[in-house]
């Protein structure tokens, strides 16, 4: 393909995603395809002869559109939503022109720079404390991790590095590698999967603590575990605090668990990665109190924040925690003597190399404007709290626990089997996606408001759907 | 902005794409600004109100451009390539596009899908025994990570976890943590810095064992570093083979290391990132010989095989060691019954959902078709075998050691501190990109044949340069 035919090529490309939002209600949100029914479609070998790039776009609309699941349709509410918006997919576009690797900052100066720029940027509008930027006089600093699972993997490493050091200066003749096996994880048995993973993934034992009725983590309930722990001889190390839990968007007590972490020297990593985009709005800020107390803190701009996968802006307050436990130099890997103050980026992730992941951020932070991006937050949990106010017009169900940002959580009055059925059924339909969950026992569907493009009339769709279902089952 | 803004500015933006590729040669490798030049010229905050696309789209031009290190440039001759093409780049915003996060089947079916079929397509392609294809029979399959470093850190985890399940089983009283503080990993000391952080970020001790003058981990090496960690009560869990190293292109036998791997019980992973695109050339394969004995393979099609960043193909014998390594559940995770044979690719890798990357490797794959790819690759070795000649014939400087794929490495008979001095100037000046290594304990410039774009006459533009340089410092 020729620059001329990709000129082509890509225009139908902005066209096609164009068409594919400005007709995002006209498709089932789920596909009609049976598993394996690529396999059956698709040649079972690569072609040997190159095929025409106008033959490859009818083979996408053709065969692999149709297996689309379509998460920005306005009756998608599954899971947490991911992000998208115009002026993140030029970038992402941009981005994958200029075909770089952010390695060090010769490998390409404004990889690191930009990356630097947004995150204080960022860091700024969501009101974090100022040890965190890298425009501060310390230590601290932001980078863009590919996923909250690997800002929450990175930050558990780092605790151990940083606990063993410490105990080392205590003790000179610690045994390392006795004392890594003593070190103990603390998260909420509400948190994400990807928080426990990173325990299997890290190798330190993570406790999933008992949550309160509302699916917070509370101090008693972390002091408790700790003093057990230390009771067994092993040794606390690292909490993960959730503000905005997967399952009912809960949000852990910063200040409640601070202190108690703070007194134990233990880290304390906070993921929000959903909600953390709502700090942008004052109004949300007291969900996040004690944040300060925080040694990390991540969220997913790919999910709420209007930017395309993958881009999880991560903070900490002492980047040289990063550094000490990742460095691992090469001769090819020199960069120039840099004389300010910028971050070596590979020494604060998992891999070596990045993709220019601040590109996306900076258009849609200049092209919305934070003005533009917090009218999305307030936009989404107004249409959240509308959706629960129509819920609640109608005494079969109950709306439980209170609507939490755009998250609502309902359920037949007739029982668990019934509110499964009820799903299971809408699900066969097609027209709607979501996902079950549990609370204080019960069996609930998670409605999540996610679409940039919902409006009320969609969300009214969305509860005719329920109902009409719930007619039908009879609830 | 609205689609119709989108459609205007993505226009705009492929244009902007094309051009640059079609400029690509006016333009200086390094970009000609000093560290810390974005913070200068960027706000301290992010603006309030929404700005123009248009005025942001200028703003790229103007700021973030001048900082982008030409990574296409044929006159890059860094690390090694990152690989682009134009079908990878359509892909790559259709991608965007759909904007959707691969996590369960349900959650996209196409995204699990066509990572099964372009990966069965690409492992035949490669010559791969067809145990690691999911399209075999058995509990093997392949799986799109994100990076090099990703892959490499999976398989070490799965290899511990694998280690300790054996040994369980031969002893039930077995003390997990006991065993695996015993556990180690072995690789040469040629390895990339990835696979040396894999053990930091895995937990297992990590030898970096003594290359062969060649570069390269050999048989008698490897048994006698077992043998002395077995001597010690250590346990030999995980080596990484290297095909194609970073610094030198060498490629380690897998023919010797394989048999000793086998009869140890020790994971055999083998990263080709690099050099693994050359696979599709049947010539080549006899450097992968006894990839049979291999336990799991990877490498970067974002880098020799015209796939955007990010794409990392990687194959495993048997899937069932990942998921009983990473397998956590969640009930919003449920999944259909599937009935047929499909992977559930979030317990293959580190985060919990990832990109749709398996449609640009299926564009890429059907664009070039298999004849193209060859093609591709095959140029690129010709013009790194003529750059090689151009070098040779002139004595001041030596070609050692012998190329290797798109790598050629050259040095100046004047010693050490001469070769650097030249590279130094050529970096100086911005119109030549590479970086040094060591070979025989000699200094070496890397000079890697990259882009896509280059021709005979720009090998010749590079070597002249090269060659006035060493007249400049009279070499």
Redesign the interface.
């Known amino acids: 393909?020729?620059?001329?035919?990709?000129?082509e090529?890509?225009?139908l490309?902005?066209?096609?995603?164009?068409d594919?939002?400005?007709s995002v209600r006209e498709r089932d949100v789920?596909?009609s395809?049976e598993?394996?029914?690529?396999?059956r479609i698709?040649p079972?070998?690569?072609?040997?002869?190159?095929?025409d790039?106008k033959k490859?776009f009818e083979?996408?609309k053709e065969k692999?559109?149709?297996?689309?699941?379509a998460?920005?349709s306005p009756q998608f509410h599954?899971?947490f939503p991911?992000?998208?918006?115009?002026?993140?997919?030029?970038a992402?576009?941009?981005t994958?022109?200029?075909?770089?690797?952010g390695?060090t900052?010769?490998?390409?100066?404004?990889?690191t720079?930009?990356e630097?720029?947004t995150l204080?940027?960022?860091g700024?509008?969501l009101g974090l404390p100022e040890e965190f930027l890298n425009?501060s006089p310390g230590p601290g600093g932001g980078v863009i991790q590919?996923?909250?699972?690997?800002a929450v993997?990175v930050c558990l490493?780092a605790a151990?590095d940083k606990t063993i050091r410490r105990l080392k200066a205590l003790n000179e003749d610690l045994d390392e590698?006795?004392t890594?096996?003593k070190l103990v994880a603390y998260t909420s048995d509400q948190c994400?999967?990807?928080i426990?993973?990173s325990g299997?993934?890290?190798?330190m034992k993570m406790r999933l603590l008992k949550a309160d009725h509302l699916g917070r983590l509370r101090a008693q309930t972390l002091t408790e575990a700790f003093e057990e722990d230390k009771r067994k001889g092993l040794i606390p190390c690292y909490v993960v605090a959730t503000l905005g839990t997967?399952?009912l968007c809960a949000f852990d007590p910063l200040e409640e668990l601070g202190p108690i972490c703070e007194t134990e020297n233990v880290w304390l990593h906070v993921d929000a990665a959903y909600a953390g985009a709502a700090f942008l709005c004052p109004e949300y800020r007291y969900l996040m109190e004690g944040i300060s107390y925080a040694d990390s803190f991540s969220f997913n701009a790919h999910k709420w924040l209007l930017v395309?996968?993958?881009c999880s802006p991560m903070w900490v307050k002492d980047s040289l925690d990063l550094i000490k436990?990742?460095d691992?130099?090469?001769?090819?890997?020199?960069d120039?003597n840099?004389?300010?103050k910028?971050p070596d980026y590979r020494h604060w992730q998992?891999?070596?190399?990045r993709?220019f992941r601040a590109?996306k951020l900076?258009?849609v932070?200049?092209?919305?404007?934070?003005?533009?991006l917090k009218k999305h937050i307030r936009n989404q949990v107004n249409l959240a709290q509308y959706f629960a106010k129509l819920v609640r017009s109608d005494e079969r169900f109950l709306v439980d626990p209170e609507p939490s940002m755009g998250l609502v959580c309902i359920r037949l009055v007739g029982g668990d089997e019934l509110t499964r059925t009820l799903l299971n059924n809408l699900l066969e339909k097609k027209k709607l996606f979501m996902?079950?969950?549990?609370s204080k026992g019960r069996l609930i569907i998670?409605i999540v408001i996610g679409s940039q493009f919902t409006t009320h009339s969609d969300v009214e769709v969305t509860w005719k759907l329920i109902r009409d279902e719930a007619d039908n089952i009879g609830a």
């Not at 393909?1 to 000129?7: E, G, I, P, V």
């Not at 598993?35 to 396999?39: E, I, K, V």
């Not at 996902?435 to 549990?438: D, K, T």
């Open positions: 393909m020729d620059s001329q035919q990709f000129r090529f890509g225009k490309a902005i066209d096609f995603v164009a594919f939002y400005d789920l596909p395809v598993p394996g029914y690529l396999s698709l079972e070998e690569a072609p040997e002869e190159p095929q790039w490859v083979d996408f692999i559109l149709p297996g689309v699941t998460w920005h599954g899971y991911c992000g998208t918006s115009f002026p993140s997919i030029v992402s576009l941009l994958d022109g200029l075909g770089m690797v390695v900052w010769i490998a390409s100066p404004v990889c720079e930009l630097v720029v204080n940027w960022l700024k509008l425009c590919g996923s909250a699972s690997e993997l490493l151990k590698d006795q890594k096996i994400n999967s990807a426990e993973k299997v993934l890290g190798s997967t399952g395309n996968l993958a436990a990742f691992v130099q090469r001769i090819y890997l020199n120039i840099l004389k300010v910028i998992l891999p070596l190399g993709r590109l900076w258009m932070m200049k092209t919305y404007g934070a003005s533009g996902v079950a969950a549990f998670r």
